[in-house]
């Protein structure tokens, strides 16, 4: 199976933990991919696939995911209601005080795979099968969206997953690349006198 990809949009996000969890339960890896190799610079997570052709050299740069990692809250069901709800009287003071004394929640490392093609999915060495990984990931996001147009032997696909679940995707092409000038009602910047 051959691909590439064209054009992707992500904007996921999930635990940190969650994504070691993913790749420490040693899933399956599509073919052309051996296994990857996980960094953490500073607030940045690098993904790096390892190919399982030797003929690729170790000088080659093989795809990666690359997220950037951030610190955030989360509550409980009981936590967000006492957030949310109305503060009345002595009962707001009684809240305002044990907010003081512990912050409610726990606070968790995100991982967020947001961006375009080039931000999230990065080298053209194994990038389909890399991209394929990115989608197992994707399903596991409860939060974001993922879309992307891909060729796989030939034929362009739409892939769309929203907030861990596949949905239906299609390609419209909107306009052609000599569309642009025939019959078209904006400002011909070659030829234009004022310029």
Known sequence: MT???Y???STL???LENVYDYFEEDPDLPPKISS???TRRKNTLIISAVADDDSISKYTPTAQLKASISETR???EEEQKRREGPRWGDDAEELDEEEDDEPMGELIEVAAFKGDRETVLQNTAVQYPMFLVLCDIARLAEKGTLTAITEVDGELQATRIVDGE???ASIEVVEGPNSSNSGSSGVDWRDNEFI
């Open 3 to 5: 691909g590439q990809v």
């Open 7 to 9: 054009r992707l949009h």
């Open 13 to 15: 996000e999930l635990p």
């Open 36 to 38: 990857v190799d996980i």
């Open 74 to 76: 989360v509550y409980t």
């Open 166 to 168: 596949d949905r239906p």
